[in-house]
Nanobody, 125 residues
């Protein structure tokens, strides 16, 4: 089991940047998990945003964020990051991090594994 805590959300103007962090604060060694970011906007289903393998060797992105968002991780700090650039109003959502032993479970959006409490990102036009 692992406990995840997100931070870094906030209000930003369109075209701006934010960096989200997700820290694993307990449980199995962080490096044994693939990590992902999802988001859920009001009235919409949760959607996959990005994922990274346990060693950071491979990354995956939703088409809607490719070229604008970058996922990375620091296993020494038990933390995964989501750098978000060129933000758009349609990026407004609650962002959640997800941990699972298998990367394809994350990229498929299956919803399994461990979840953080979410952090709000609001992009104004």
């Amino acid at each position: 089991q692992v406990q995840l805590v997100e931070s870094g959300g906030g209000l930003v103007q369109a075209g701006g940047s934010l960096r989200l962090s997700c820290a694993a604060v307990s449980g199995r060694p962080f490096s044994t998990y693939a990590m992902g970011w999802f988001r859920q906007a009001p009235g919409k289903e949760r959607e996959f945003v990005a994922a990274i393998t346990w060693d950071g060797g491979s990354t995956y992105y939703a088409d809607s964020v490719k070229g604008r968002f970058t996922i990375s991780r620091d296993n020494a700090k038990n933390t995964v990051y989501l750098q978000m650039n060129s933000l758009k109003p349609e990026d407004t959502a609650v962002y959640y991090c997800n941990a699972h032993r298998i990367i394809t479970t994350i990229t498929s959006g299956a919803g399994d594994g461990y979840w953080g409490q979410g952090t709000q990102v609001t992009v104004s036009s």
